[in-house]
């Protein structure tokens, strides 16, 4: 088990639901990352947050909304998802003008119906 | 545009065979590559980051090449066990991580 954990680890939601994946991360680090993972596809970055700052947001429909109240926790809060939302959602952190080793948690599977 | 590129997709060997992984990347100005590891379903799990100035790392069986003048990585894995079964992904920090599509290892008791 890595130093990073995300609940919930399945969630179904139907389309107008309202709903948060957490992510938790051990290590001391100060950059947090969110990325989804499709099938056949490359893992694609959604949010960095640094030093509890958002640095990176790559275009992301504003149905996805992240959070990130300090430099342990991170959240994504979901609105009105679509069905080709459902994928593997990661959580991942490091630490910043250091080596920036990545280490990620072990996902949430969502569903969207 | 930068891109990273694992090829083959998919590659099954037979146990106790060393192999070697590839990974292909668009611009030579990288900070670091690193590899992971991924079981069905599971989060990613680093194997080994090699820093933009180092040219190889090493973890127990695992020992990871990078040439940044070819654009290339590659990951050697000796005496193959079938626990090594998973998919292996390459990702590369330019501006931000970019990751490759993996390569889908299986070995064969």
């Known amino acids: 088990e890595t130093g990073v954990t995300q609940t919930p680890r399945h969630l179904v939601m139907g389309m107008t639901n309202k709903k948060s994946l957490k992510c938790e991360q051990h290590?001391?680090?100060?950059?947090m990352y969110w990325y989804k993972q499709s099938a056949k596809k490359p893992l694609e970055l959604m949010f960095v947050?640094?030093?509890?700052?958002?640095?990176e947001n790559n275009s992301v429909p504003s149905r996805f909304s992240p959070e990130c109240p300090n430099s342990s926790h991170l959240f994504l809060h979901l609105h009105t998802l679509q069905p080709e939302d459902s994928a593997l959602y990661l959580c991942?952190?490091?630490?910043?003008?250091?080596?920036?080793?990545?280490?990620f948690g072990p996902g949430t599977r969502l569903t969207v119906l | 545009k930068q891109e990273v590129t694992q090829i083959p997709a998919a590659l099954s060997v037979p146990e106790g065979e060393n192999l070697v992984l590839n990974c292909s990347f668009t611009?030579?100005?990288?900070?670091?590559l690193q590899w992971f590891r991924q079981d069905p379903g599971k989060g990613l799990t680093s194997l080994l980051l090699?820093?933009?100035?180092?040219r190889e790392q090493t973890s127990g069986r695992l020992n990871a090449s990078l040439d940044k003048s070819s654009g290339r990585s590659t990951l050697y894995i000796a005496a193959s066990q079938p626990g090594d079964s998973a998919t292996y992904l390459c990702?590369?920090?330019?501006?931000?991580?970019?990751f490759g599509t993996g390569t889908s290892l299986t070995v064969i008791p």
């Open positions: 290590l001391g680090h100060n950059a």
């Open positions: 990702a590369v920090l330019w501006n931000q991580f970019y």
């Open positions: 991942a952190s490091s630490l910043r003008d250091r080596n920036n080793e990545q280490f």
């Open positions: 611009d030579s100005a990288i900070y670091n």
């Open positions: 947050y640094s030093l509890e700052e958002r640095v």
């Open positions: 090699i820093q933009s100035s180092q």
